[in-house]
């Protein structure tokens, strides 16, 4: 379910089909975000989970597993 919902971003965000974000699937070099992306995709997370993305933790974050797994956590 948090999968579906952060794939559902992530492709409204980057303009993809699913079927290219997976859980492997980096950030960067995989979907061609930046380092602003990557942090607009925070807030829409932020927005979406009501949780709180603290900027040491973006920096952690390259794969779509590890929004999962953050999200998760908190």
């Known amino acids: ?3 579906e919902k ?15 974000v997976t859980m492997e ?25 009501d949780i709180e993305v603290p900027d040491d933790e973006i920096d952690n974050i390259k794969t779509v597993g590890d929004i999962v797994k953050f999200i998760d956590e908190h």
């Open 6 to 20: 952060v794939q559902k971003i992530i492709c409204e965000q980057f303009e993809l089909d699913a079927d290219r």
């Open 1 to 3: 379910m948090v999968f």
């Open 25 to 49: 699937s980096n950030l960067i070099s995989d979907l061609g975000a930046d380092s602003l992306d990557v942090i607009d995709l925070a807030m829409s997370i932020e927005d979406e989970f």
